[in-house]
T-cell receptor, first 112, second 119 residues
Framework: KNQVEQSPQSLIILEGKNCTLQ??????????LRWYKQDTGRGPVSLTI?????NTKSNGRYTATLDADTKQSSLHITASQLSDSASYIC???????????FGKGTSLLVTP | GAVVSQHPSRVICKSGTSVKIECRSL??????MFWYRQFPKQSLMLMAT?????????EQGVEKDKFLINHASLTLSTLTVTSAHPEDSSFYIC???????????????FGPGTRLTVL
């Protein structure tokens, strides 16, 4: 069964600090992996997308890494801001015609 | 970037009534739209895949007679929750896939969601 596991389930950090979220998956075949940010009561918004050949992708203060051999990805947030408080969801695609595989998300709270 | 809207954003209804949720792709054409359901602190669960001009494909365990889906055009899909009950209260999110999806990683663009509360 295709699975996407995220850790930690929740995280609290001080404003200005860095943090790293983890995503392990067993999805096969593999097409791409995306990280989404979902604010409370809103739909997910794409942060990064990586295909098999990409090891890292940055979007401002967000940097995602991918190790397709070990089927692991991480999302690193630098110099966190209060507005970073949200749920971060890892989504793995097996390709066209396949349903997306969603992780349960990591709930991040950035405090002053 | 591609924008997907949903209407309404929030709805409260009485048990036994029907509720219609609209999903629109605003600046692109979507041959396929997806309907998801999300409970608190849970991941998005795919309910059905809606293809323009054809019947929707429902995931196992989703009642097609209860959750009616219509994808009448390349920019609009609707989800109607019929005879709603309190257990149908949830956050419903749609997504749309651009016709050019193969060029941009087969990405789905998500709507802002609709919070349904059934009393």
């Amino acid at each position: 069964k295709n699975q996407v596991e995220q850790s930690p389930q929740s995280l609290i950090i001080l404003e200005g600090k860095n943090c790293t979220l983890q995503c392990n998956y067993t999805v096969s075949p593999f097409s791409n992996l995306r990280w989404y940010k979902q604010d409370t009561g809103r739909g997910p918004v794409s942060l990064t997308i990586m295909t098999f050949s990409e090891n890292t992708k940055s979007n401002g203060r967000y940097t995602a890494t991918l190790d397709a051999d070990t089927k692991q990805s991480s999302l690193h947030i630098t110099a966190s801001q209060l507005s970073d408080s949200a749920s971060y969801i890892c989504v793995v695609s097996a390709g066209p015609g396949y349903a997306l595989n969603f992780g349960k998300g990591t709930s991040l709270l950035v405090t002053p | 970037g591609a924008v997907v809207s949903q209407h309404p954003s929030r709805v409260i209804c009485k048990s036994g009534t029907s509720v219609k949720i609209e999903c629109r792709s605003l600046d692109f054409q979507a041959t396929t739209m997806f309907w998801y359901r999300q409970f608190p602190k849970q991941s998005l669960m795919l309910m059905a895949t809606s293809n323009e001009g054809s019947k929707a494909t429902y995931e196992q365990g989703v009642e097609k007679d209860k959750f009616l889906i219509n994808h009448a055009s390349l920019t609009l899909s609707t989800l109607t929750v019929t005879s709603a009950h309190p257990e149908d209260s949830s956050f419903y999110i749609c997504s749309a896939r651009d016709l050019r999806a193969f060029d941009i990683g087969n990405e789905q663009f998500f709507g802002p969601g609709t919070r349904l509360t059934v009393l």
